[in-house]
């Protein structure tokens, strides 16, 4: 929307808008900032699952929105930040663990699949709390974020490292319109991983593979930093307009197959 041609004319004001929910996936600040500043109105960002519809968390209208959080949770939920080793213990404020949380609009289970029932949802404390699969961490004030997806995380050089907060660094670079990044089997070191990015340039923009590692090395740990890329005209996306990971790495092996097949 930010981008269309009629809003960037001036043709189309937006200023009608007093708050605006986003959800589904991580807001880029910078896009945050520019609907704002086109509608003069609130992006606020929140967080939900088809498991426990609409929403468990959302920024406030009338207080702090805070840039990066899903915001506070709403009345009626009890949520907790559980440690990845055993998914009970809490973990201290500012750490990072799977995001769990109770309240009325919980489901009671997927129909017909068991299996995945007994994995989403424990009972404890009298209360059925669902594992979202989500890592999240709280800070002292209590605004929620999310980290990453459990089942997304990549394991380099034996730290944990998530893909998510990559993603974040890159988009900040002005030559970026997207970018998925996942962990792919490590081209040359058996069962290690490493990481790739996919970029969509924005139009007319360039930007060099050496020069996308010099930003990510200004903010990320050295580990953190993906030594692979690929230039793409899309991403593969959910209905949702999620990026979906497995599908970039799907990508990659069928790339790397075409590769070995490939006459001498």
């Known amino acids: 929307l930010n981008q269309h041609p009629r809003i960037q004319s001036g043709q189309v004001s937006l200023s009608s808008i007093r708050a605006c929910v986003s959800g589904s996936t991580s807001l880029p600040p910078a896009i945050k900032r520019e609907f704002e500043s086109l509608s003069g109105g609130k992006l606020l960002e929140g967080y939900g699952m088809s498991e426990a519809p609409t929403a468990s968390h959302v920024n406030p209208v009338y207080g702090e929105n805070r840039e990066g959080s899903i915001g506070l949770p709403l009345p009626d939920m009890h949520i907790r930040i559980v440690s990845l080793d055993d998914g009970v213990t809490d973990v201290p404020v500012g750490e990072v663990g799977e995001l769990i949380l109770a309240g009325p609009q919980v489901m009671k289970g997927y129909l017909g699949m068991p299996d995945e029932t007994h ?16 890592i999240a961490r709280m800070d002292e004030d209590g605004y929620f974020y999310i980290v990453d997806r459990k089942k997304d995380i990549a394991m380099i050089g034996g730290y944990n490292v998530y893909p998510t907060s990559i993603e974040k660094i890159l988009k900040e670079n002005p030559a970026i319109h997207e970018v998925g ?27 060099t593979e050496q ?8 903010y990320l740990a050295p580990y953190e930093v993906p030594r692979r890329y690929r230039f793409v005209d899309a991403l593969p996306k959910s209905e949702v307009l999620k ?13 790397r197959e075409k590769e070995a097949l490939a006459p001498l």
Do not use: F
């Open 211 to 218: 020069e996308l590692i010099d930003h990510c090395s200004l």
């Open 243 to 255: 990026t979906l990971r497995y599908e970039l790495v799907r990508m990659e092996m069928e790339e």
């Open 119 to 134: 994995s989403a949802l424990r009972q404890m404390d009298g209360r059925t709390w669902l594992y979202t699969g989500d």
């Open 181 to 207: 990044v996942a962990a792919i089997p490590h081209p040359t070191r058996k069962g290690e991983e490493a990481l790739k990015a996919w970029i969509v340039l924005k139009p007319g923009a360039t930007i």
